[in-house]
């Protein structure tokens, strides 16, 4: 699209009359326009005489030319002379933060030159429009035209135009989802896995402490069937398998059978994966830290051997180890608790499956596991085993890349994993992070082809070193100061945002920024509903997927047979 004239832009708001390339500029509303129509997040174009920089409202203020009208205002009934003064006596000033700078169509030899972040800023007087859908498409890319962007929402105000985030770029790093209780950040991290599953830019393993993932969940303050939204198992029943803690209690909920039952051994549990349980098992450090001692002398038999000790023998396996004989009673304590789990064995007659083998199985097949804890929602089993079974996915990765950088082969690659964690600060705290497979991720692993989706309503319990290494967020509301400032760790412009963030609606808002956008931007999140649905089963010719394994299977007998 291209404007000549300035004064050509459609829906032009303002001029721009003060600013700085620190602070950000201010626009002049125009008399014509309402303030109470100006909203922070929202998208803009500055259109200066050689670029257009795209910015997002911060701040809305109003002023007076002089300060003897507002000792006398009009009075309700003064209609006409306020609406003689707006604009004139007195006016409205918004605040924007210019964040990407583009050539503009005047300027025809400048059209090579790419995107860039702002490093000038536009002068005096300079029009300030909304942006259009081709300004929206110029910057975040479009779905229909290039596979690797995906529609996550819409720009503030502008309905019914994708806001794309860039895939390719967004499973380089590992990513966030913030938000406070009730802010739907279950239904953001769907529409980021969706994405990645749908176009194959990268497995998944999901830890679905709460089975809110996989199958059919239920949605707050919802009846009938509307209570009900579709899972990824779903939406991709050749995509995604469904592992479980609670076969039976998976199957009773959603009539289906999971993939596989999921049990977890003693011989299979480090100390390391004891750590990040410290807090909720009440283990003081001593005791947390005998675990080491007795490893040390019993090697992968530690835990089974901790557990079977009773009475006299706990301090005569003290003192063998060398540790003290009440941190070693206090350790047994705790973790004795797991005992009474179905999934837990302490020991292994006969054959046993490793729920590894089966999930390096699945990913390698390039299907996403779902592994949900159905009624073992318990704070201190999500935090087990998510730890073993990812302290072994680690090891298992490094070892994978390690041959493909031998070979050179691609059919040695590892494929891109994202492996999605919810409570993530527990995981994450300082004082553990870097001991525990979480943190060694989040900050190693993106050369072994892995990465985390880490989502949580505390960013500020999360270790600053983790957070600095998050490459996109999606920051839906937070009230907190210190969680709005954990959620901004390492980003330009926090100061502006935090006011943007401070005015986000609890519901589908969310500001977006980092690795995966080209400049931060907030957006009506997409709803998660039945055109959502068709969307996600049709392939890039228009193609509708199958519903279920067995029209898959029908579709293939009628194209063969």
């Known amino acids: 699209m291209e404007f000549l004239n300035p004064n ?31 909203v922070a997040g929202t998208f803009v174009v500055i259109q200066g005489e050689r670029y257009d920089f795209f910015s997002m409202i911060t701040d809305v203020a ?24 707006q604009g004139m006596g007195t006016y409205a000033v918004v605040s924007l933060k210019p964040m990407l700078m583009m050539p503009n169509e005047r300027h025809q030899e400048l059209s090579e030159e790419p995107a860039r972040s702002v490093k000038t800023i536009p002068a005096h007087f300079s029009v300030v429009a909304r942006a259009t859908d081709e300004d929206v498409a110029r910057v975040f890319g479009s779905e229909a035209n290039d596979p690797r962007f ?8 502008m309905e019914g135009i994708p806001v794309c985030i860039d895939l390719d770029r967004l499973v380089e790093r590992s990513n966030a989802v913030f938000g406070k209780t009730g802010t739907g950040k279950t239904f953001l991290t769907r529409l980021l896995l969706c994405g990645t599953i749908k176009t194959g830019k990268a497995v998944n393993l999901i830890f679905d402490m709460h089975s809110e993932y996989g199958l059919k969940a239920r949605q707050e303050g919802k009846e009938g069937d509307a209570a009900f939204v579709r899972g990824l198992r779903d939406l991709f029943p050749s995509k995604v398998q469904i592992f479980s803690l609670d076969p039976e209690g998976t199957r009773r909920r959603t009539n289906v059978s999971p993939d596989q039952p999921v049990y977890l051994y003693a011989d299979q549990i480090d100390p390391e994966d004891i750590l990040p349980l410290q807090d909720t098992l009440n283990l003081n450090a ?11 002398k019993y090697g992968r038999d530690w835990l089974r051997r901790l557990l079977e000790v009773e009475g006299e023998e706990i301090a005569a ?4 180890v060398g540790a003290h004989e009440q941190s070693i009673a206090a350790l047994k304590r705790k973790l004795a608790a797991f005992e009474g789990y179905d999934f837990f064995k302490t020991s292994t007659p006969g054959k046993r499956t490793d729920v590894l083998d089966a999930l390096l199985e699945a990913i390698d097949a390039g299907k996403s596991v779902v592994l949900e804890f159905g009624r073992y929602d318990d704070l201190k089993v999500y935090l087990l085993v998510a730890n073993v079974i990812t302290r072994r996915i680690r090891e298992a ?18 494929r891109q994993l994202i492996i999605t964690i919810e409570e993530a600060h527990k995981f994450l705290t ?3 992070a870097r001991e525990t497979p979480f943190g060694k991720i989040a900050r190693e692993m993106r050369k072994y082809f892995v990465s985390l989706l880490v989502v949580d309503q505390r960013p500020s319990a999360i270790d600053e070193e983790v957070l600095s290494q998050i490459g996109t967020k999606l920051v839906a509301q937070l009230n907190d100061e210190k969680d709005i400032g954990a959620a901004l760790v390492g980003t330009r412009d926090a100061s502006a945002l935090r006011q943007v963030l401070a005015s986000l609606d609890s519901k589908q808002q969310a500001l977006l920024l980092g690795h995966a956008v080209p400049m931060p931007i907030v957006v009506k999140t997409r709803t998660y509903d039945e055109a959502f ?3 996600m089963r049709t392939d890039a010719h228009g193609v509708p997927a199958p519903r279920s394994l067995a029209e898959a299977k029908q579709r293939t007998d009628d194209l063969f047979y």
Not at 73 to 79: I, V
Request: aromatic share 4%; no cysteine.
């Open 62 to 85: 109003i002023d007076a030319a002089n300060e003897s009208i507002l000792l006398h205002p009009p009075g309700p009934e003064d209609d006409l002379l306020r609406r003689v003064m």
């Open 533 to 535: 649905y068709d969307a």
């Open 317 to 320: 396996l003290a003192n063998e």
């Open 150 to 157: 995906f529609h996550v929402g819409e720009p503030i105000g």
């Open 8 to 38: 050509d832009r459609p829906d032009k708001i303002g001029v721009i009359t003060h600013g700085s390339l620190n602070k950000g500029v201010e626009m002049k509303l125009d008399a014509g326009r309402t303030i109470e129509d100006i």
């Open 397 to 414: 990765y490094e070892r994978k890349t390690s041959r493909y950088l031998q070979t050179g082969r691609e059919a040695d690659k590892p």
């Open 430 to 432: 300082p004082g553990i």
């Open 286 to 296: 001593t005791a947390a830290e005998s675990s080491y001692l007795v490893k040390n």
